[in-house]
Every structure is written in structure tokens, then in C-alpha cells.
């Protein structure tokens, strides 16, 4: 049984198959896609952690150590995005101060004691940056993938 399964596999080679030896066309194209895509996922999920972080900040559930942390992590996803976009011929530059713009809020933020309404007095500003970041990905959206 094991044998024609593995037979019947051999004499069709997945769609992952073909594309990995350039058998389909636009071979170079789907993995950078998937690449853009993986790096923007990443980043969309540290931006959701930093914020459920400064939640959990305000409430004295998370130090400021752990938030910094998370906001090291974000600044990782962020590079690694600005990275795959260049790969690709996309400009970001009008987006790499958004990191150290967020860094400054949160400092800000971070300076006083924990409550929710300083977070409530800072999460504006953390909007508005976080904001901007997701309009200008958006944007470049349809650049990567064709359409």
C-alpha cells in the first residue's frame, strides 16, 4: 500500500515541487511574495503584543523590562520588513522613523507610573504612529503583490 501511495506521489510533483525548480513561471516572484508576506505577519503580531503589553503595563501586570523587550521585537519584525521590501524594490524610507518615533512615546509613557489613565494619556500618540506604520504597509500592499 505504502508503495503505491509513493508511486502515485512520484508521477505527479506538487505545485511546491515544480516551484522550487523553476518549472512554474513567476518562480522568483512567489517566494519573495511569501517572504513579504512572513515578514509583514510577523510584524502586524509584535505590533498586537506591544499594545496588549502596554495594557497589561498599565495594569502592573508587565514591568517596564518586559515591555522594552517587546519593543526590541518589534524593532527586529520592523528591520526584517524594511529588509524584504528592499528585496523587492520597495521604498520605506518615508517609514524607518516609525521604530525610534514609537520608541520616544513609549518612553514617554514609561517615565511615569503605571495606571491606566497614563497609558490612556499616551495611547494616542502610540496610535497615531502604529497608524501611520499600518497605512504606509498598506499602501505598499498591491506593489508586492501585483494587484
Known sequence: MET??????ASQPSAFYASMNGQTSGSQKLPLQASVRHAVTDLLVSIKSLLMALDDWSQRKRTDEELSDIYVRFG???NDVVTVFSQVHVDMSDL???PETLRGVLEECLSEEASPQVLEQH????REVITRLLKGLRDRRSVVTGG
Not at 4 to 9: E, G, I, L, Q
Not at 123 to 126: D, F, I, T
Open 4 to 9: 503505491s501511495v509513493a508511486s502515485s506521489r
Open 76 to 78: 527586529n519584525d520592523f
Open 96 to 98: 524607518t522613523s516609525v
Open 123 to 126: 495611547l494616542p500618540k502610540v
